[in-house]
């Protein structure tokens, strides 16, 4: 079992920037976040292999977020800058166990979920 405690939410004007944490129970061989607006599908934001060396982020976000972890603090990072309106939204830490090849997007690959922060970005 992992345990996932996101931090770092909350509220900020268009522009701004915001930097959130997922500090897990244990090391995870890949880790992430996805986000869900209200009334919207959940959808993939960004994902780190277990050395850091691999990454991907999703079309809206690329650019502007950075995900990063510390294996020594087994914490994942999300810098977000430049954020929008439509950045709104509660944003989850994911993380997998399982080695081997899989699809970053897909929430099924990841068997770990934070309970989720809140971000909400004013206009």
């Known amino acids: 079992q992992v345990q996932l405690v996101e931090s770092g939410g909350g509220l900020v004007q268009a522009g701004g920037s915001l930097r959130l944490s997922c500090a897990a129970s244990r090391r995870t061989f890949a880790a992430g976040w996805f986000r869900q607006a209200p009334g919207k599908e959940r959808e993939f934001v960004a994902g780190?292999?277990?050395?850091?060396?691999?990454?991907y982020y999703s079309d809206p976000v690329k650019g502007r977020f950075t995900i990063s972890r510390d294996n020594a603090k087994n914490t994942v990072y999300l810098q977000m800058n430049n954020l929008k309106p439509e950045d709104t939204a509660g944003y989850y830490c994911?993380?997998?166990?399982?080695?081997?090849?899989?699809?970053?997007?897909?929430?099924?690959?990841?068997?770990?979920w934070g309970q989720g922060t809140q971000v909400t970005v004013s206009s």
């Open positions: 780190i292999s277990l050395s850091g060396s691999s990454t």
């Open positions: 994911v993380a997998r166990v399982l080695s081997g090849s899989y699809d970053w997007v897909n929430p099924s690959a990841y068997a770990y």
